[in-house]
């Protein structure tokens, strides 16, 4: 089975940048792609952005789109998230899984093999 292992997390300032990673045991390119979540506290989990193995072709969720870039390493197994301009509201657990799908698709419920999350923290 796949595992996934999140970090690059912290706290940071209004404003400030991130960049997330995302470690598979094994290759998941049998699979449509990866994608990137989080969920805030009282909150569901919600879209960030994903990734196409195929051509690498990347999907935003509105809300980060401009600000969000998902990159991979194709011999390291691994996914990043970088993350500019960040806002308070965004203070959430962030999760990568796998698209068990053979599309795009935003519902976490076609997503697969969830990491345990990495916390971003991001103060006024």
């Known amino acids: 089975q796949v595992q996934l292992v999140e970090s690059g997390g912290g706290l940071v300032q209004a404003g400030g940048s991130l960049r997330l990673s995302c470690a598979a045991s094994?290759?998941?390119?049998?699979?449509?792609?990866m994608g990137w979540f989080r969920q805030a506290p009282g909150k569901e989990r919600e879209f960030v952005g994903g990734?196409?193995?195929?051509?690498?072709?990347?999907d935003y969720a509105d809300s980060v789109k401009g600000r969000s870039t998902i990159s991979r390493d194709n011999g390291e197994n691994t996914v990043h998230l970088q993350m500019n301009s960040l806002k308070p509201e965004e203070t959430a657990v962030y999760y990568c899984?796998?698209?068990?799908?053979?599309?795009?698709?935003?519902?976490?419920?076609?997503?697969?093999?969830w990491g345990q999350g990495t916390q971003v923290t991001v103060s006024s």
């Open positions: 899984a796998v698209n068990k799908r053979y599309y795009s698709t935003y519902s976490s419920r076609d997503y697969a093999y």
């Open positions: 094994e290759r998941t390119f049998s699979y449509y792609g």
């Open positions: 990734i196409r193995w195929f051509d690498g072709r990347t």
